[in-house]
């Protein structure tokens, strides 16, 4: 049986530590991605848009009997 010696050195990880918050459990990557680069308050208010969009369509609309 080999035992090994808790002297050896462990290899540096390439990546960043987790951060200490959230307990590890969600991690943000700062790598930039090909695609369309969209703000979270413009898909807010294009899904507000759209929601009252067939509401209305939903109120007007009458479907022939």
């Known amino acids: ?6 002297t050896r050195k462990k290899k540096k990880r390439d ?3 987790m ?3 959230g ?3 969600m ?3 700062d790598e930039d ?4 680069k969209v703000g979270p308050w ?4 294009f ?3 759209l929601i009252i969009a067939v509401i209305v369509g939903n109120i007007f609309y009458v479907a022939p009997a």
Do not use: F
Request: contains cysteine; charged residues 5%; aromatic residues 10%.
């Open 1 to 6: 049986m080999v035992i090994m010696s808790s």
């Open 15 to 17: 990546t960043s530590p």
């Open 19 to 21: 951060p200490a918050t």
């Open 23 to 25: 307990a590890g459990l």
């Open 27 to 29: 991690r943000y990557y």
């Open 33 to 36: 991605l090909p695609g369309v």
């Open 42 to 45: 413009y898909v807010i208010v």
């Open 47 to 49: 899904c507000v848009i």
